[in-house]
């Protein structure tokens, strides 16, 4: 389910934030996640234009029988 798969994203983004000795709550922590809060975000925004682009494609491209 969603919660599920959040927390897992969370503890993934943890661990690897921590992977290179940085403490939580540390500046250097921080800027991690929210640099992997931004990657993700465009990596949601670029399959979201790629799901319209392809409705848009098959919308204005019927397959005829």
Same mark, same amino acid.
């Given at each position: 389910?969603?919660?599920? %798969? ?8 943890? =661990?690897?934030c921590r992977a %290179?000795?940085? &403490?939580? +709550? ?12 931004? &990657?993700?975000?465009?990596? =949601?925004?670029?399959?979201? &234009?790629? &799901?319209? +682009?392809? =409705?848009?494609?098959?919308? %204005? ?5």
């Open positions: 389910d969603k919660f599920t %798969n959040r927390l897992f994203v969370f503890d993934d983004d943890d =661990a690897f %290179n000795n940085v &403490q939580v +709550g540390s500046p250097e922590y921080v800027a991690c996640r929210k640099d992997r809060d931004v &990657q993700r975000s465009n990596a =949601a925004a670029r399959a979201d &234009q790629k &799901q319209r +682009g392809l =409705a848009e494609y098959m919308l %204005n491209n019927p397959v005829r029988p």
